[in-house]
């Protein structure tokens, strides 16, 4: 059964390499998918109350109408795909609502979005993801606002999987993963691509982070919480986690929900992906770590994953010092040995998925990503505790 499932999901990989993958074909590939998607063990719904009808005034979950709410900034390559399965739902009457907020788009997003019927906004300048997502909020009507990125083709099935969810768990929020078959065939587009589903599908379950690439909140909650900090996140960056931490500072639930799929259509290359990681995503989010003094317990923060950073470091200083004839080469050798081992449930994920010498180059950028991500966190931590510390000095020097 493993043997024909893998010949399936290469099969459908080869076939998404050579069309490029039409707007409709999506949403035939989606149904599709969703016979053999790899999704985790089943995840019992944690006892406690229900998060949901609290934050809906104890609206009926099976009853909920949606409002997609759908940021774009010169999206007009991707937004026709983007909408297609949100328009079929709509006539299907799963969701109410789709709202387009164009943040200053130079392009012809809106007149796309416009085309399509739905409602279009626009947000007054370029306010970021965030902002934007705030002005389509403050419009919806529904009781549940569905965010979608305008580069994100979420499946067909997203919407009863969505409310099934939140009926089925109680929890104030809710949010997916991208499936593993992005159109983008180079290999750092699906290699970021993995990766996110890898953590996503291993942390199905109550979790204390938010993703609004494909991810729904309650109406009250979000208003409650304030929206996105738009002030602080003018570009896309954090401001989903950020807003997830608040979300479960107040007590409320969030759930991730493996079944809940969407094809990502985002290019990525080394340019983009370092700057991305690093100053969109490492720098901000070490920053809300050291402030908060919080630190999740899952998806890429987890003890084990800092265990396999430490490790990335480690090996690299010793292979550094052995080029250098500073120490013998066993320690690096040793140190290449612990990383591979515990490296080795991605590794296996990348061959089952793409084949061993992707596995390979995935696991070897992946150490890079420790790193760069760990002197993110250590150039935060510098930065915010070398001033306390020359203050406490200057104290101690000049009592006056």
Sequence with gaps: MATRLRMVERARFAA????????????????????????????????????????????????????????????????????????????????????????????????????AAVTVLESGGRLGPGGA???????????????????????????????????????AAVFGTYDDAPPAANFFSQYKNLVHRYHHVRAGGDIDTFWAGCGAIASKAFADAGGFDAARYPHSSIEDIELGLR?????????????????HLKVWHLANLLHTEVYRRAIPWSQLIIEQGWW???????????????????????????????????????????????NRRLFDYFRRRRGVRFAIGGVIYHQLYYLYSAAAFLYCLAAYRLPAVRRRRDRRTHPA
């Design 16 to 115: 998404v390499q050579a069309s490029r993958v039409s707007a409709t074909k999506y949403s035939a590939r989606a149904a599709k998918a969703s016979r053999w998607r790899d999704i985790a063990q089943p995840v019992d719904a944690p006892d406690g109350g229900n998060a949901l009808n609290a934050a809906t005034e104890s609206t009926s979950p099976a009853a909920l109408a949606v409002t997609v709410i759908m940021p774009v900034y010169n999206g007009s390559t991707t937004l026709r795909q983007s909408l297609e399965p949100l328009l079929a739902m709509r006539r299907r009457g799963e969701i109410a609502q789709i709202i387009v907020v164009d943040d200053g788009s130079t392009d012809a997003s809106a007149a796309i979005a416009a085309a």
């Design 296 to 342: 999740s317990s899952k998806l890429n923060m987890d003890r084990g994953e800092r265990f396999r950073a430490l490790l990335a470091a480690c090996g690299l200083a010793a292979l550094l010092l052995a080029a250098a004839r500073v120490s013998p080469l066993w320690p690096a050798l040793l140190l290449v040995g612990l990383i591979a081992v515990a």
């Design 133 to 171: 997502r705030n002005v389509g909020a403050a419009a919806a009507t529904s009781d549940v606002l569905w965010f979608v990125d305008a580069d994100v083709v979420v499946h067909a099935d997203g919407a009863r999987v969505l409310v099934e969810a939140l009926r089925r768990t109680g929890a």
């Design 247 to 263: 979300l479960r500072q107040r007590g409320l639930r969030i759930h991730l929900e493996p079944a809940l799929l969407a094809t």
